[in-house]
């Protein structure tokens, strides 16, 4: 069986129509999603991108004790493994960490394309210059150069690895897009803040402009997507290729004050356009205390696999079981160092579920740690940030001993009202979960200490 992997990174879940957003335009993964497994349950672990990266290709949940950085040399990958096992392992991708800085995220493919452009500074403005019309874009390339691989080489078992950083930000899409969901839009770019919006003196004008320009982001990735679909039909390759469609976390506009994905700041309390004036860079930031909700944690996964019909699948799913999942599609036995599990257990009901807890995570940090939170830069770490921990009913916030706790309720869909005073033996519990959870992949003990009491 082919398979086939599409990142689309910055994605919400509840952007896509299939899992009930009527606003959104996505008629490409809408005919997709018709045919595919729906899972509802879906999160990320490790948080955000190379984490997350790092996750789907290791199996492992790397935040108990890698940073956001290189693999380690011992790490075994999944294109590794398939690649060992007869398949052809390629990747495009436009994802600006995957390369840089020694991460070396391209090993055990064969070939990886590797498009520039995303990474903010020169590199970006001297692509940017060069675009004339859409297929110029980032994620049209990405995909464009995947369908233009596919045309040459089909012949044998591949592995197809396809990662687009849009509709991260700069929500730049070509200006049409935009005007379906702003149609008096402008031209105008918003940068996120990484803060209160308001205390950074956004409006709610801003807000709704920076979502329109990335609703139409996700809908010129639909359109890309749907060219990959027709070349799979083209090439008489439908029955025999899995196809997966998913994201490494969201992101907020607006929802609990917050338009980013995490907080952090310049010294004296600078805004980012006071700070870059006074000629700062970004590795003179802090991190602040950052919660994971449900904007942030809950991805999409769909999936399109031969011989089995559509259908929605309930139970807690972490991306790190992508791996385990892809390797059952290929009937490669798992190796023992991969941590999380195969979903088709859940598909073909066998398993009723795949776990107790779920936890979605940052690497564990510790007060004054510089760290790479959301690119390449450091930042000082002067607020701990909390993981989430959920069960399907409930959801723990929690950093640290002495740190704030919140509690929801699964039926509180925008996480408004904290029940960790009301509820408090059902926070102890999936602390104590967490920590069970942290010993049992070998979390390092200077992290485990600090996160054993409540």
Request: with cysteine; proline share 6%; hydrophobic share 35%.
């Amino acid at each position: 069986m082919n398979i086939i992997l599409v990142i689309a990174d910055t994605f919400r879940r509840d952007h896509l129509p299939c899992y009930g957003n009527k606003q959104i335009q996505t008629p490409n993964l809408d005919r997709f999603a018709e045919q595919s497994l729906i899972f509802e349950d879906c999160f990320a672990s490790s948080f955000p991108t190379v984490p997350a990266r790092a996750d789907i290709l290791t199996g492992r949940y790397t935040f108990t004790y890698l940073n956001w950085g290189p693999l380690t040399q011992d790490e075994i990958t999944l294109p590794q493994i398939l690649c060992e096992n007869g398949y052809l392992t390629v990747g495009a991708a436009d994802t600006p960490f995957l390369l840089r800085n020694g991460c070396g995220y391209d090993r055990g493919f064969d070939d990886l394309f590797w498009i520039r452009g995303q990474r903010s500074g020169p590199e970006h403005e001297d692509v940017v210059k060069l675009r004339r019309a859409e297929e110029d874009y980032f994620a049209p390339k990405t995909f464009k150069t995947a369908i233009a691989w596919l045309d040459r080489t089909h012949a044998r078992p591949f592995f197809l690895y396809i990662d687009t950083w849009d509709p991260h930000e700069p929500w730049d899409p070509p200006i049409d897009y935009v005007r379906r969901y702003m149609p008096d839009y402008d031209g105008r770019l918003v940068e996120p803040c990484y803060w209160s919006w308001k205390e950074a003196g956004y409006n709610e004008q801003d807000l709704q402009t920076a979502h329109a320009c990335y609703c139409g982001e996700i809908s010129m990735v639909d359109r890309w997507f749907g060219r990959l679909l027709e070349k799979l039909e083209e090439l008489d390759l439908v029955e025999d290729t899995a196809v997966l469609f998913t994201s490494d976390h969201g992101f907020y506009f607006g929802e609990h004050g917050f338009f980013g994905k995490r907080r952090f700041r310049w010294p004296d309390d600078l805004s980012f356009e006071e700070g870059f004036k006074r000629g700062l860079t970004l590795n003179h930031g802090s991190i602040y205390r950052s919660p994971l909700y449900r904007e942030l944690t809950q991805v999409p996964l769909l999936m399109k696999l031969p011989g089995h019909d559509s259908s929605r699948v309930s139970g807690l799913v972490a991306l790190p079981d992508l791996m385990p999942t892809i390797l059952d599609l290929a009937e490669i036995d798992t190796p023992s160092s991969i941590r999380a599990r195969s979903v088709l257990p859940l598909v073909n009901g066998s398993a009723e579920a795949l776990r107790e807890i779920l936890v979605t995570s940052t690497p564990l940090e510790e007060l004054g740690d510089m760290t790479l939170t959301v690119d390449d830069q450091q930042r000082k770490t002067l607020e701990l940030s909390p993981s989430t921990i959920s069960d399907g009913k409930w959801e723990l916030l929690y950093a640290a001993e002495g740190e704030p706790v919140e509690l929801y309720a699964q039926s509180d869909l925008k996480q408004e009202h904290n029940l960790a005073a009301e509820v408090p033996e059902v926070a102890a519990r999936l602390h104590e979960q967490f920590v069970e959870f942290l010993e049992e992949q070998d979390t390092p003990e200077e992290s485990l200490s600090i996160r054993r009491n409540l």
